[in-house]
């Protein structure tokens, strides 16, 4: 995997997210932030591994989200070892 497929994952998380308020409310929560504050937060790099953490933080989030892009939970796992510095 390189780093745009990463990135990639990263950028249908934050999708995968931003469709339900629940996630939404949740991901500002952990990120100590209020709504308008997403697009600052966005323009950070370390942003799509902040995003990748958050999914990966409950094994239910993680699943439905891999479910909804059709990919293997693994594949989230491995685009966050990646944008982490890792290479795959």
């Given amino acids: 995997m390189n780093r745009s497929e990463a990135r990639d994952i990263a950028d249908a998380g934050l999708a ?3 469709g339900d308020g629940e996630l939404i ?3 500002l929560d952990q990120a100590g932030a209020d709504a308008s504050a997403i697009r600052e937060m966005a323009a950070r790099p370390e ?3 902040f ?3 958050f999914l990966m933080k409950s094994d239910e989030r993680l699943l439905a989200f891999a ?3 059709h990919i293997p939970p693994q594949r989230v796992q491995m685009a966050r070892a990646v944008l982490g510095g ?3």
């Fill in 47 to 49: 942003f799509s591994v």
């Fill in 67 to 69: 479910d909804s892009a």
């Fill in 86 to 88: 890792a290479e795959w």
């Fill in 16 to 18: 995968h997210i931003s």
């Fill in 51 to 53: 995003i990748l953490d």
């Fill in 25 to 27: 409310a949740a991901m």
